[in-house]
Nanobody, 122 residues
Framework: VQLVDSGGGSVQAGASLRLSCAAS????????VGWFRQAPGKEREFVGA????????FYTDSVKGRFTISRDNAKNTVYLQMNSLKPGDTAVYYC????????????????WGQGTQVTVSS
């Protein structure tokens, strides 16, 4: 499956963005999807993930209550809604997919989007 990330941008603190992860491939609805981010000079970190049905998303503590993952399997797309953005959320955001259960570990994912830049200014 091939993934294309989009929706990033430059916003001020407190604003919202919605990232999209569009997939090609007929079996995408069976894939778990994770979102990761990487800030300059830092390691890639887990943001959140959802299973194939989208009914069991979970998140890293720093984004709980602000970020929401949803998916529309009819459109082969997974979304990351980001509200109340903070400067610390600045990073390149990546979606990733695996044909198995969800995982917080980036190495467990076989398919990656190209990333989309999110910049939050104070």
């Amino acid at each position: 499956v091939q993934l294309v990330d989009s929706g990033g941008g430059s916003v001020q603190a407190g604003a919202s963005l919605r990232l999209s992860c569009a997939a090609s491939g007929r079996r995408f609805s069976s894939y778990s999807v994770g979102w990761f981010r990487q800030a300059p000079g830092k390691e890639r970190e887990f943001v959140g993930a959802t299973n194939w049905s989208g009914d069991m998303p979970f998140y890293t503590d720093s984004v709980k209550g602000r970020f929401t993952i949803s998916r529309d399997n009819a459109k082969n797309t997974v979304y990351l809604q980001m509200n109340s953005l903070k400067p610390g959320d600045t990073a390149v955001y990546y979606c990733a997919a695996r044909e198995s259960s969800t995982s917080r570990t980036s190495a467990d994912y076989d398919n990656w989007g190209q990333g989309t830049q999110v910049t939050v200014s104070s």
